[in-house]
T-cell receptor, first 114, second 115 residues
Framework: GENVEQHPSTLSVQEGDSAVIKCTYS??????FPWYKQELGKGPQLIID?????GEKKDQRIAVTLNKTAKHFSLHITETQPEDSAVYFC?????????????FGTGTRLQVTL | GAVVSQHPSRVICKSGTSVKIECRSL??????MFWYRQFPKKSLMLMAT?????????EQGVEKDKFLINHASLTLSTLTVTSAHPEDSSFYIC???????????FGEGSRLTVL
């Protein structure tokens, strides 16, 4: 089955700096790669996703890049703010449109300090 | 965006009792829902895939008689933890697949504490 590794497990940045979280996946058939933000005591929220036919996607301060050959994808957050502090999970799946079984990374605890 | 409601958000029960957790897709139909378990500071572990009108598919190592899943309608799936024990204490999260857009939306989670 799919295996997703995520690094780093914790990340501390100063407000205004950029944060980068990296994930690798094992199943070359995976074609959907979402990123989730989870705040304490809450469910994950989708912040951005990318499909395998795209190499990069950007949404304001958040961007995701995908390298299918190397089987890795990364989340980039620019101009970080304290409210970005949370746990971030990457995930991978084979999204057929009728079922989407996600395999999650181990999570990255991001802390943005003032 | 799509909303998935989970209820209850917190529940405390005694050992040996059963607890039901509901997962509802509020503004879309979901033929497929997923149930996850999350331990403190850990990732989400898929427990089972719930398909409307059919039996759930359980992941390896998950006891189907312990964690009963029912997906009776296109907007509701339930997880019942039967004969709960302290080791069942955990954060349970559901997600619903919005087929039209091909995205998963997550509920807010249910924290179960078994005394």
């Amino acid at each position: 089955g799919e295996n997703v590794e995520q690094h780093p497990s914790t990340l501390s940045v100063q407000e205004g700096d950029s944060a980068v979280i990296k994930c690798t996946y094992s199943d070359s058939a995976s074609n959907y790669f979402p990123w989730y933000k989870q705040e304490l005591g809450k469910g994950p929220q989708l912040i951005i996703d990318i499909r395998s036919n795209v190499g990069e996607k950007k949404d304001q301060r958040i961007a995701v890049t995908l390298n299918k050959t190397a089987k890795h994808f990364s989340l980039h957050i620019t101009e970080t703010q304290p409210e970005d502090s949370a746990v971030y999970f990457c995930a991978a799946s084979i999204n057929t449109g009728t079922a989407s079984k996600l395999t999650f990374g181990t999570g990255t605890r991001l802390q943005v300090t003032l | 965006g799509a909303v998935v409601s989970q209820h209850p958000s917190r529940v405390i029960c005694k050992s040996g009792t059963s607890v039901k957790i509901e997962c509802r897709s509020l503004d879309f139909q979901a033929t497929t829902m997923f149930w996850y378990r999350q331990f403190p500071k850990k990732s989400l572990m898929l427990m089972a895939t719930s398909n409307e009108g059919s039996k759930a598919t359980y992941e390896q190592g998950v006891e189907k008689d312990k964690f009963l899943i029912n997906h009776a309608s296109l907007t509701l799936s339930t997880l019942t933890v039967t004969s709960a024990h302290p080791e069942d204490s955990s954060f349970y999260i559901c997600s619903a697949l919005a087929t039209r857009v091909g995205e998963l939306f997550f509920g807010e989670g249910s924290r179960l504490t078994v005394l």
